[in-house]
């Protein structure tokens, strides 16, 4: 079973940055790609971004291309999320999650999810 856990939300002004981090426990954290998805209120869990296995590989959803990368580091199980130029409308509850094998952009695609951290962008 892979245990991930999110920290360094927190509020941030627009423009601002912030990095996410996503630590993951349980399994070969190498064999699995990674996500980033967030949840406003009222709205569906949406699509942020994605790094294959092997951490080579990453794709972003176009509403963040250009402001926000992702990493991970399979020596240290973790993955990060670096927001830059951050907007009122990224204010959401941040979820890592993981698959075996090749990424995906499709939530239920994903087999294991951390518990989320809020972010909060002030305008």
């Known amino acids: 079973q892979l245990q991930l856990v999110e920290s360094g939300g927190g509020l941030v002004q627009a423009g601002g940055s912030l990095r996410l981090s996503c630590a993951a426990s349980g399994l070969t954290f190498r064999l699995y790609s990674m996500a980033w998805f967030r949840q406003a209120p009222g709205k569906e869990r949406e699509f942020v971004g994605a790094?294959?296995?092997?951490?080579?590989?990453?794709y972003a959803a176009n509403s963040v291309k250009g402001r926000f990368t992702i990493s991970k580091d399979n020596a240290n199980n973790s993955m990060y999320l670096q927001m830059n130029s951050l907007k009122p409308e990224d204010t959401a509850v941040y979820y890592c999650?993981?698959?075996?094998?090749?990424?995906?952009?499709?939530?239920?695609?994903?087999?294991?999810w951390g518990p989320g951290t809020q972010v909060t962008v002030s305008s």
């Open positions: 790094i294959r296995w092997g951490g080579a590989t990453t």
């Open positions: 999650a993981a698959r075996f094998a090749d990424y995906a952009d499709v939530a239920s695609l994903y087999s294991y």
